[in-house]
């Protein structure tokens, strides 16, 4: 009885001193009090490289950590990785013990024959991913591209982008691309693919490979490669790194963070469109009624490179009884942040970066930009655009102690 009571015992102490092991604490740093939650990327020492989803828990506030690729911190590189977690608006900061957490994937995947992904949360579509080279039937051959995101729907489920509308054939939903490309000295257009009259030769964006599709129930995050090829040579002249992540919706909307990096392979320059500087990072939204753009400053009419942080549509689509909308947040890590913009009401939000100005890339240089966009429902004063924006530029420090 006596031999088996101390058999116990030892098991005892071995149980808590492996739990202790496995428990770690972190810090989280009172943010200031803001109405939306904090969505939020942040690296524990070997804790990411598990692959992992943690419970941090002070006793009464708990969210989960969820291991993911590095997207805004350490983006650019393949392998890195952080954390990604929703912290709750109220949430007081301190002290937070972490374990080890079983969770279910609130996102799923669908790829269909016509080179498409679509992702899914819990069912309702989110956005899809153009991988393969997709053509409308009404639309010139010369229009045929890849590399980008469309549909991106809103949270009741009405597609807020459009793909070869009839006024602009090249717009395509959520693209990156510039009017004015030079290689070695030699005119490209990746905007038009072809130039405005046809009158370039052609340079496209080519899918390389998946590097990562990875979901969970903070967030889903989709990382591949493309390249830049020139039709007259064959040549591979840029490689391009596309991170996309779309984290869980929240009270006041979604959130899909964009890392986009460049390495070229030749030497290559670019620029915005002459005058008006049009070219980076363009949103092409769908049909609508009652459009309004919305900035920090106020309703914003159409411009050319106005310098502001972030920009706003919103607007009723597919007839529906209510107002939904996107806005773009610059990430301040950007060159030249913050960078000018294309506001247009017939439904155009685009980062105009450099502008009129030209970025030149040597072989084996490399360049990278960032944004966020929140999908949210009503105008941009209700969908908690400015709020978002804050908590997207100055979120919660967390460290492990």
């Known amino acids: 009885m006596l031999k088996h009571f101390f058999y116990m015992f030892f098991i005892l102490i071995a149980a808590l001193a492996c739990t202790q092991k496995e428990s770690k604490t972190i810090s989280v740093l009172k943010p200031e009090k803001s109405p939306v939650d904090a969505l939020v990327e942040f690296s524990i020492p070997d804790a990411s490289k598990e692959n992992k989803s943690y419970s941090a828990s002070n006793g009464s506030e708990e969210f989960i950590l969820q291991a993911a690729p ?23 900061g301190g002290k937070y013990a972490i374990r080890p957490a079983q969770t279910e994937p609130v996102f799923t995947f669908k790829e269909n024959e016509q080179g498409q992904l679509e992702v899914f949360e819990q069912n309702k579509p989110v956005l ?30 009405n597609s807020l982008t459009d793909d070869f509308p009839e006024d602009h054939y090249h717009h ?11 290689v070695e000295g030699k005119r490209y ?77 030749a030497s290559i320059e670019f620029e915005g469109q ?43 689509f597919n007839n529906s009884d209510h107002f939904s909308g996107a806005a773009v947040f610059q990430h301040k890590d950007n060159p030249d942040f913050p960078a000018g913009w294309c506001l247009r009401h017939y439904g155009f939000l685009g980062i105009a970066w450099p502008g009129v100005n030209r970025v030149s890339l040597n072989p084996g240089e490399s360049i990278t930009l960032k944004a966020r966009i929140w999908i949210h429902e009503g105008n941009a004063t209700e969908g908690m655009c400015e709020e978002a924006y804050q908590a997207f530029q100055n979120p919660p420090q967390i460290t492990l102690d």
Not at 142 to 154: A, E, K, L, Q
Not at 172 to 182: A, E, L, N, Q, T
Not at 217 to 245: H, P, Y
């Open 189 to 265: 257009d990746l905007w038009h693919i072809y130039g405005m009259q046809a009158e370039l030769p052609g340079i496209h964006q080519v899918f390389e490979k998946w590097l990562t599709k990875e979901t969970g129930a903070v967030c889903t995050i989709l990382q591949l490669k493309n390249f830049w090829e020139l039709e007259d040579s064959g040549e591979k002249v840029m490689d391009e790194w596309v991170s996309i992540r779309v984290f869980r919706t929240t009270e006041f909307g979604r959130a899909i963070d964009i890392s986009l990096t460049w390495k070229a392979l």
């Open 128 to 157: 899809t991913y153009n991988f393969g080279m997709q053509l409308a039937n009404d639309a010139p051959e010369r229009y045929r591209r890849s590399g980008y995101i469309h549909p991106v729907y809103d949270l009741q489920g």
């Open 70 to 92: 590095a997207l805004l911190n350490g983006a650019g590189s393949e392998g890195n990785r952080n954390f990604c977690a929703i912290l709750p608006a109220g949430i007081t």
């Open 172 to 182: 395509r939903g959520i693209s990156w691309v510039w009017p004015k490309v030079f």
């Open 274 to 316: 002459t005058k008006k500087g049009y070219g980076g990072l363009n949103f092409r939204f769908a049909p609508r009624e009652q459009t309004t753009l919305f900035s920090q400053e106020g309703n914003e009419p159409d411009s050319d490179l106005k310098n502001l942080p972030w920009a706003d549509l919103s607007a009723v």
